[in-house]
Structures are given as structure tokens and as C-alpha cells.
């Protein structure tokens, strides 16, 4: 038998093991919870997503799991063609998922930490828009036993350093712990499971995405494929020998446009990437898959990568420190006239870390100047709080917090290793030049670490932060002359357009007024973010002006024509899917019951937030997603009446905004409105609502209805 022909056939075999161990897993749950248990993962709109996206069904009890895995099984084919090995290969992709929804049934929860298990639908909304605005440049899936623990970690620090995220599953989870590697978001480590079927939450990931961010319809197997192929920058790496299953797996993820890179030369015959040095295969997988990273080389002495963000320097490991609250300290970053920057220039003033005694603490202020234009300093910020995750990119160093509060520690380590005090400015230049090379085009670096000039600097700095803050309460949205878009979501939304303004941002929560400026400017003017000058006003009361209704009816391909930012009944503006929560009108009270996503039971409008994510479409007056700030923002539907129209809110959602919210009532003249508003302990249905708004005597009692 050739090599192809043996593989083929181990494929189909390994189909059938995984529908018999799926088979086991739903047995065993029957007998444990009974036949009609429901099925679902948690915190998904999607069922069983890969079912779902393939076929457009959904399941809702075990039995109903048992029939599929029969189906599948009947139509298994015996015969060794590729054609065959690949459909077994799908039931295989379906098997492992009804196997994982079997360990999740009953509501049960399978996993523990460190393990993942699936992932929320928030999870994913989250990394969606980061891979769509290049925060992450792509997913890596990394799956099987790498041949060393050396290995192992070569394999994921390759990924770290190139910014993307990994999903692992199976031994190599155990080996990446064992090889001292951070796991979590913040280490773009992410261990989905033990066995090798926890792969199934990095596939419905996959699916998921096609069906959240590429608007493609369940049922539609050929668009998911596709869109796969084409939209998502993701590729699994499978690591180790190939038995059966995993070759069918392999085969079912190709089949749905996913790419497979492996170490093993077996795999060759079946038209399979095959890449054996562990310090190369993420560079293969991300070169076939078309995934651009930059690597950033910083010469410092010691390792340099986003690998080490979430490690920590514990005392016994440290050097010496600064700041922290036992010594001045500062971190400042200043946009200057070009001519007072000198490129590339680091300069220490005061003792070097040489001169230093191990264990104790130091004064430390670090300078950064960077020449730019005096219309940039709003920029100051942003870039100013880069240095945080600089200085833990450092494999020696760490940092807590930021301006005057900001802690810094060398490890012993990384002083063995010849860790300079200079070295930070190295670190800080690097990467703001290599990340915003539009808006830093010259830099340089002043360390102090004489306590009598840290001192005198502190002074200055925190004159600087306060008046900064002073500026970041004001701004209104009077105080500008133009706001800002952001169409990041026509990629799967293809006319919808948030107008960000001071006081009103995107509907995702991701994006602020500062962010959209920001993001126009390092993109060099061209992308997502274009300024929109106000013109004249329509009706300002309504947040209703001339060039911005112009920019929008372009901006959405002519769809929509007017657009006022501050009204739910009169042109209000789209909202494309990522909201976080949604306001309804109740035509009952007058009121706005809003619903943020992450409640998950029935609001008193009778329907949940998915029910009614699914109502929203283009301009709907009446019903709109928004972020969560924007109900405690001065301009929250003020043409409407603003938030006096508040009803009902979950408990969470008004727990998390509760001083800005008790704030605002008390700027409305209505102090006690915040515990009028109802939340699910209060009321669950209308009638229980309505009465309690008339118990509490709410403001909304006195508001005429909205018309539109
Ligand atoms: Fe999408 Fe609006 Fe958020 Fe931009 S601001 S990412 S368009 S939701
Ligand atoms: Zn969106």
C-alpha cells in the first residue's frame, strides 16, 4: 500500500474511532442526566457552532446528538479515496464537537483553569475587532506533542514574538507550562484543554467568525469555506506522531479552508505543509497562511518580546527597584519642536546601575521627547502609556502602573546579564518608533536617577499630568469642530459608520474620540478613522449636523441620509453588531429598558439581548446599540429626554457604571433617580415593572411619549 493510500485509509478509520468516542461521551451523559438534557455551550448565540454554520440546525437535547453521530456513521465510506477520506474528515471535525457539547451538557462546566474550554461569543467579539484594527495579527492553533519541552517553547515564544495569538490543545498545553511559560491573555497563551478534542473550541472559534464578523448564513457551508479561506488569518500547527484521528482532523480542517502546518514528513502524500525545526514552523505556517508580522530587534543584553508581558519580578528574584511608592519617580513623554530632539539619543543622568547595591530601592525619572507638532500633544498620553507594556517586554524588567505611581524592577538576572539602566531608553525608542512611525519620527530618551534632579522633574511632570486631565474632563463635543469615524465593521457590516465625538464613542466600547484622532493619525490618514467637520447645524439638540449627515450618506453607500447622534426616535444611527448593550423604547412607560450582553435572561420587554440583537437593523428608531459609557455621557439621548427615560437596567451593567450614573442624576437634578431605575431583582416582566415605576414615583411618570 503507497504512503497516500495508507493515510487515506488511517483517516477513515480515525473517523470512525472519533464517532465511536463521541458515541461513549453522549452515553455516558445520558445515563448521568437523561436522555433530554438540554445541550449548548455557554455564552453563544451559535448552538453547536460547527454544525450550526454547516448546516444551518440546531440540537437541543442529547438524544438529539445520539441521531447525528448515526448519521455520520452510516455515511461513512470504506472505499480509500481522497474524496472520501476528506467527508470523513468533516464528520470527524462535527464528531469532536458534539463530543465537547456532551461534556458540557446538563450545564455542566468541564474545564478548570488553567483551561479555557469554549469560548464566549464576547471573547470572540473582542478579538474580532483586534484582528480587524491589527492589534493581533492572527491566530496560531498549536496542537499535539512537540518532540522536547526546548521545543515546545521555541514553538510558542516564535508565536508570542510575532504579536499572535495561540490556542493550545492537547500534551503541548502541559509541556508550555512545564516549560515556564506564562499562560493567559495578556501572554497571548491560551490552553484550551488537556486532550487533543479541545481542538474542537479553536475550530467553532473559526466558524464563528464567519458567521459574527463575515455576515455568512448558517447552512451556508461553501461561504464558510470560503471565508475561511480567504478572511481569516489563522493556521494549526500540529505537532508529533499521526495517528488516525488526528490525520482525519487534519483532513476535515482542511476540507473547511483551514490551514495545517505539521513537523511530521509523513503527512507530505496528503498535500500537507510540512515544516520540521520548531524555530521555523511558525514562520512557515505564517508565510503559507499570508500572515504579516513584524518583528521587532531591540540590542539590549537581554530577551526583548511580547512574550514576557505577563511575567512577574518577585522580590527574591529582584535586583533593584524603583518608585513604587518607596522612592521618587516618574514617566513622562513629551512632544516637542523637532529641533530639541536629537534622533536616537539615550542619556542617563545620575548613577548607572553598576554603582548600585543589590536589594535596595532608587529614584528613577525617565524623559521621553519625541518632535512633533504642537496639534500632536494630545497624542502624549496614549504613547506615554505604551511604556508599561514596554518595559514588561523586557525579559529582566518589570513595570506596575504608570505616571508618578509607576514601579520598575530589574531582576538579578537581567544585572548578571549586563542589564543597563540605558537600556529602558533603548527598549522605549524602539518600539514607538517601529509602532507609530508616522507620529514618532524623532526621539530621545533622559533617564534620571539623581534623587535631587527626580525630584525637580517630578514637580514639572505632575504640573503636566493634571493639566492634561483637566483637558480629557472638559472636552465637549462643542469644544471640537470635527469628530471622527470608524468603519472597521464595514468589513462584515458594509454601511455602517460610527460618528465618535468627545462625549459619544463606538458602539464596540473599543473606540474613543482620543482612539479615532489617534488611529487617523499613526495610519497616516488613510483607514478607518477620517476626520468629519461638523458644518452647520441642523438641529444641535438633537446632534444633527450638515457636513456629518454628508459624510454618513457617503460613508454608508448612500443607505443612510441623516443621522443624529443624540436621538433614539429621529434618525437615529446604525448600530453593525458589536454593541455592548441595547436601548428599547416601552411605549407602556415612555421609558428605555437597556440590556447589556453580557445578562442573559429575559428583559421585562419580553425578549432577551440576543433576540433583540437580532431586531436591529440599519436605522431602526426606537431600538440602538451603543457602548456602555454612553448611557452616563452628558449627551446620552438628551433630545429624548435623556437618562430620566431610564426604566431598567441589569443589576450588573448599573453596578459597573454606578458612580459616573449616580453622578449624572445628580447633574440632572434628579439625585434619587438612580435607585428609581429598576433592575431583574426588582422587576422581570411589564406588569411588575410598571408598577414598580409608579411605587417609586419614577420621573418618567411626568414624560410625554416619544413620537417618530
Ligand atoms: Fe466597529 Fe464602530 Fe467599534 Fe469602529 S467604533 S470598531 S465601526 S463598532
Ligand atoms: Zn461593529
Not at 191 to 216: C, D, K, M, Q, Y
Not at 224 to 246: H, M, Q
Not at 602 to 625: D, H, K
Request: hydrophobic share 35%; charged share 25%.
Amino acid at each position: 500500500m503507497s504512503g497516500k493510500t495508507g493515510l487515506l485509509e488511517q483517516a477513515i478509520i480515525g473517523a470512525a474511532k472519533i464517532i465511536d468516542q463521541a458515541q461513549d461521551q453522549i452515553n455516558q451523559a445520558i445515563a448521568e442526566l437523561g436522555e433530554d438534557s438540554t445541550v449548548g455551550f455557554p455564552g453563544t448565540a451559535y448552538n453547536l457552532p460547527i454544525y450550526h454554520g454547516i448546516t444551518g440546525k440546531t440540537v437541543g437535547r442529547l438524544t438529539d446528538l445520539k441521531v447525528i453521530l448515526n448519521e455520520l456513521k452510516l455515511d461513512l465510506k470504506q472505499e480509500n479515496s481522497i474524496e472520501n477520506a476528506t467527508s470523513a474528515g468533516i464528520a470527524s471535525i462535527i464528531a469532536i464537537e458534539i463530543l465537547e457539547a456532551a461534556k458540557y451538557a446538563g450545564n455542566r462546566m468541564p474545564y478548570n483553569p488553567p483551561y479555557t474550554g469554549f469560548v464566549p461569543d464576547s471573547t470572540l467579539r473582542g478579538l474580532g475587532v483586534k484582528l480587524v484594527n491589527g492589534d493581533i495579527p492572527g491566530i496560531s492553533v498549536i496542537a499535539g506533542t512537540a518532540p522536547t519541552l526546548e521545543a515546545a517553547r521555541t514553538i510558542c515564544q516564535e508565536a508570542q514574538k510575532r504579536g499572535l495569538l495561540s490556542l493550545l490543545s492537547g500534551p503541548i498545553t502541559e509541556q508550555a507550562s512545564r516549560a515556564n511559560l506564562t499562560m493567559g491573555l495578556d501572554s497571548l497563551l491560551i490552553p484550551l484543554g488537556p486532550e487533543l478534542t479541545s481542538i474542537e473550541h479553536a475550530a467553532n472559534l473559526a466558524v464563528r467568525v464567519a458567521l459574527t464578523f463575515g455576515a455568512v448564513k448558517p447552512g451556508d457551508k461553501d461561504a464558510i469555506i470560503s471565508y475561511l479561506k480567504g478572511k481569516v488569518p489563522a493556521f494549526i500547527v500540529v505537532l508529533g506522531p499521526l495517528d488516525g484521528p488526528t490525520i482525519s482532523l487534519g483532513l476535515g480542517a482542511t476540507a473547511l479552508g483551514l490551514t495545517i502546518v505539521t513537523d511530521q514528513p509523513s503527512a507530505e502524500p496528503l498535500g500537507i505543509n510540512v515544516e520540521q525545526n520548531p524555530s521555523e514552523i511558525i514562520a512557515k505556517a505564517c508565510e503559507v497562511r499570508g500572515i504579516k508580522t513584524h518583528l521587532i530587534e531591540v540590542p539590549i543584553p537581554t530577551g526583548f518580546s511580547r512574550a514576557f508581558e505577563g511575567k512577574r519580578i518577585r522580590k527574591e528574584q529582584m535586583y533593584v527597584e524603583f518608585g513604587g511608592g518607596k522612592t521618587p519617580y516618574f514617566e513622562l513623554l513629551q512632544i516637542t519642536e523637532p529641533k530639541d530632539v536629537e534622533d536616537g539619543k539615550v542619556s542617563v543622568i545620575g548613577p548607572e546601575i553598576d554603582s548600585m547595591e543589590g536589594g535596595k530601592a532608587y529614584p528613577l525619572g525617565i524623559l521621553i521627547e519625541v518632535a512633533g507638532e504642537s496639534t500632536e500633544k494630545t497624542f502624549e498620553p496614549m504613547l506615554e502609556r505604551r511604556i508599561h507594556e514596554i518595559i514588561n517586554y523586557g525579559e529582566e524588567t518589570w513595570h506596575i502602573a504608570q505616571r508618578d505611581k509607576g514601579w520598575v524592577r530589574i531582576s538579578k538576572e537581567g544585572f548578571k546579564k549586563g542589564f543597563k539602566i540605558h537600556h529602558f531608553g533603548t527598549m522605549i525608542q524602539n518600539v514607538l518608533k517601529s509602532d507609530y512611525p508616522s507620529l514618532v519620527k524623532k526621539i530621545q530618551v533622559t533617564i534620571f536617577t539623581e534623587e535631587d534632579k527626580v525630584r525637580k522633574m517630578l514637580e514639572k511632570a505632575q504640573t503636566t499630568y493634571s493639566s492634561r486631565d483637566a483637558k480629557v474632563t472638559y472636552l465637549s463635543d462643542e469644544d471640537v469642530n470635527k469628530f471622527y469615524s470608524c468603519i472597521l465593521c464595514q468589513s462584515f457590516a458594509p454601511n455602517h459608520v460610527c460618528v465618535i465625538t468627545p462625549e459619544r464613542d463606538g458602539l464596540c466600547g473599543t473606540v474613543t474620540y482620543t482612539d479615532a484622532a489617534t488611529g487617523h493619525k499613526i495610519r497616516g490618514g488613510v483607514g478607518a478613522n477620517q476626520p468629519i467637520p461638523k458644518g452647520k447645524a441642523i438641529n444641535e439638540d438633537r446632534g444633527e449636523w450638515e457636513d456629518v449627515d454628508k459624510f454618513v450618506r457617503e460613508a454608508s453607500h448612500g443607505e443612510t441620509e441623516r443621522v443624529s447622534l443624540y436621538s433614539l426616535m429621529i434618525y437615529p444611527t446604525t448600530s453593525c453588531g458589536c454593541f455592548e448593550c441595547i436601548s428599547i423604547y416601552l411605549p407602556e412607560c415612555h421609558g428605555l429598558v437597556i440590556v447589556s450582553r453580557e445578562f442573559k435572561e429575559e428583559t421585562p420587554v419580553g425578549m432577551r439581548f440576543s433576540t433583540l440583537a437580532g431586531i436591529i437593523g440599519g436605522q431602526t428608531p426606537g431600538i440602538l446599540g451603543h457602548s456602555k459609557k454612553w448611557i452616563v455621557s452628558k449627551k446620552f439621548f438628551r433630545a429624548d429626554g435623556g437618562i430620566k427615560r431610564i426604566v431598567w437596567m441589569p443589576s450588573d451593567l448599573k453596578d459597573q457604571l454606578k458612580d459616573d450614573l449616580r453622578r449624572r442624576c445628580q447633574e440632572e437634578g434628579a439625585p434619587d433617580l438612580y435607585d428609581k431605575i429598576a433592575d431583574e431583582n426588582h422587576a422581570r416582566k411589564l406588569e411588575d415593572l410598571l408598577d414598580w415605576l409608579k411605587r417609586v414615583n419614577h420621573p418618567v411618570l411626568n414624560m410625554p411619549p416619544l413620537e417618530h
